[in-house]
Structures are given as C-alpha cells and as structure tokens.
Nanobody, 120 residues
Framework: QVQLVESGGGLVQAGGSLRLSCAASGNIFTIYAMGWYRQAPGQQRDLVATMSRGSTNYADSVKGRFTISRDNTKNTLYLEMNSLKPDDTAVYYC???????????????WGQGTQVTVSS
C-alpha cells in the first residue's frame, strides 16, 4: 500500500556533500513521524534524523552537519548531508510512521535503502 524509494546515495570524499531523497507513494493517511536511519555493516540500524510532533531531532553524531526536510507537494523527504566523514558510511533508510485514525495504531514503513560511502 505504501512504498518508499530512496535515491541520491553514492561515493564521495570526506568533507563532501550528498542530498538523499525519499519519494513516498500509496495510501498515506495520518503521518505520525518520518525520518532517516542508517546501518553500517555489522552494526544496528540507528536514527539519523526525524520529524515528528512539529519538531526535528538529530543524532548527536550528525547534528550541525545534516538537515532533514520535506516537500509535501511532491511527497518527498530529504536529507542534506554536509561535511561527510568516513564514519557516515552506511546504508541510509527512509522511514515513515503512519497512524490509523480508527485504531490509533502506528505502522512503520521502510524504503529499500541507499548506499552512502565516504572515502578518506
């Protein structure tokens, strides 16, 4: 019903920038939260940046370097990444949490992920 497709990943040098995009489609009802997560090889999936309850939150490791934003007219979520470091290398996933108005239940949807590799 709901599909999320990430794009914009790639290989960049340390100090460079990338802009990730997440296009959402399908039966999108009440948005509870949306955000970006990342997972390095052999590591857990960690929060990068989220938008919920009218506020934005960032992981300490990316604060001041990454910016999350959205374009409602295009149903697209963005992550602007600046001053990239080798430690930022990971698969980045788009996440959308939707609330069912009838049951108040929250369902989480994930994109397929996009690879970001930062060389030193």
């Amino acid at each position: 019903q709901v599909q999320l497709v990430e794009s914009g990943g790639g290989l960049v040098q340390a100090g460079g920038s990338l802009r990730l995009s997440c296009a959402a489609s399908g039966n999108i009802f009440t948005i509870y939260a949306m955000g970006w997560y990342r997972q390095a090889p052999g590591q857990q999936r960690d929060l990068v940046a989220t938008m919920s309850r009218g506020s934005t939150n960032y992981a300490d490791s990316v604060k001041g370097r990454f910016t999350i934003s959205r374009d409602n007219t295009k149903n697209t979520l963005y992550l602007e990444m600046n001053s990239l470091k080798p430690d930022d290398t990971a698969v980045y996933y788009c996440n959308l949490q939707l609330r069912n108005p009838a049951t108040w239940a929250i369902t989480s949807y994930w994109g397929q992920g996009t690879q970001v590799t930062v060389s030193s």
